[in-house]
């Protein structure tokens, strides 16, 4: 069963307000995510820091329907992506795993089994869900550095809530399942290729994620 909990800010508060990518080629990046459709969502910045296999997170799109899904897996591939999951029905909605050129990993998913309307282009949702040993661990370091659990599954899954001004969710999952839901090997090293921003002063969690202060890097979308 979920639980909710309401903590009290620290007077450092984080939270998460831009999600950058790092990525080897600025230009191919930019092109890509406005013809994928989330350029809003994410920034991007240049960056050949060393990095293999699994990078440790994923960025999913929650939509309305079946047909939406559709749309984006397609708008993706068309864009040069590579489908690591066929969008498909499962037992909690219908979805798919893209991955884009310089290597991040999107999950495109709806509850909907069924369209209820044409395909629009809308997103209802955007979460970070980044891949961690101890789930339970890393939500209290969190908790510690400001942010507010807004769901919990014991040691299985957590959630934050959205800050005011940031457009992606944050939660934690473990990082093996996670692969495994991604359909990718859990193995990998070197830079996540991923910072993120809402800090007032620079930190890592306990699992290798970056924190810097928001700066304003060219974003996906021009």
Do not use: N
């Given at each position: 069963m979920a639980t909710t909990t309401h903590t009290p800010a620290p007077t450092s508060r984080a939270s998460l307000a831009s999600?950058?990518?790092e990525v080897a080629d600025l230009e191919a990046a930019r092109r890509f995510y406005g013809a994928f459709g989330v350029g809003a969502y994410v920034r991007l910045r240049a960056c050949d820091a060393h990095s293999t296999g699994f990078r440790g997170f994923t960025l999913g799109l929650t939509v309305s329907g079946p047909a939406t899904v559709d749309g984006f897996v397609a708008?993706?591939?068309d864009a040069g992506?590579?489908?690591l999951k066929p969008a498909t029905k499962s037992l909690?909605?219908?979805g798919g795993v893209v991955q884009a050129p310089e290597g991040t990993?999107?999950?495109?998913?709806?509850s909907a089994k069924k369209d209820t309307g044409p395909a629009t282009r809308e997103i209802d949702e955007v979460v970070l869900l980044i891949g961690v040993e101890d789930v339970k661990a890393t939500r209290q370091f969190y908790v510690g550095r400001g942010l507010t659990v807004?769901?919990?599954f014991g040691g299985k899954y957590a959630e934050f809530t959205a800050g005011e001004s940031g457009r992606v969710k944050l939660a934690l999952y473990k990082r093996?399942?996670?692969a495994k839901d991604l359909g990718v090997p859990a193995d990998g090293s070197g830079s996540h290729r991923i910072v993120l921003g809402g800090t007032p002063d620079a930190f890592t969690d306990p699992d290798g994620f970056a924190w810097e202060?928001?700066?304003?890097?060219?974003p996906a979308q021009s």
């Amino acid at each position: 069963m979920a639980t909710t909990t309401h903590t009290p800010a620290p007077t450092s508060r984080a939270s998460l307000a831009s999600v950058t990518l790092e990525v080897a080629d600025l230009e191919a990046a930019r092109r890509f995510y406005g013809a994928f459709g989330v350029g809003a969502y994410v920034r991007l910045r240049a960056c050949d820091a060393h990095s293999t296999g699994f990078r440790g997170f994923t960025l999913g799109l929650t939509v309305s329907g079946p047909a939406t899904v559709d749309g984006f897996v397609a708008a993706a591939v068309d864009a040069g992506a590579t489908v690591l999951k066929p969008a498909t029905k499962s037992l909690w909605g219908y979805g798919g795993v893209v991955q884009a050129p310089e290597g991040t990993i999107w999950k495109i998913a709806t509850s909907a089994k069924k369209d209820t309307g044409p395909a629009t282009r809308e997103i209802d949702e955007v979460v970070l869900l980044i891949g961690v040993e101890d789930v339970k661990a890393t939500r209290q370091f969190y908790v510690g550095r400001g942010l507010t659990v807004a769901k919990s599954f014991g040691g299985k899954y957590a959630e934050f809530t959205a800050g005011e001004s940031g457009r992606v969710k944050l939660a934690l999952y473990k990082r093996r399942a996670l692969a495994k839901d991604l359909g990718v090997p859990a193995d990998g090293s070197g830079s996540h290729r991923i910072v993120l921003g809402g800090t007032p002063d620079a930190f890592t969690d306990p699992d290798g994620f970056a924190w810097e202060a928001p700066e304003p890097p060219a974003p996906a979308q021009s």
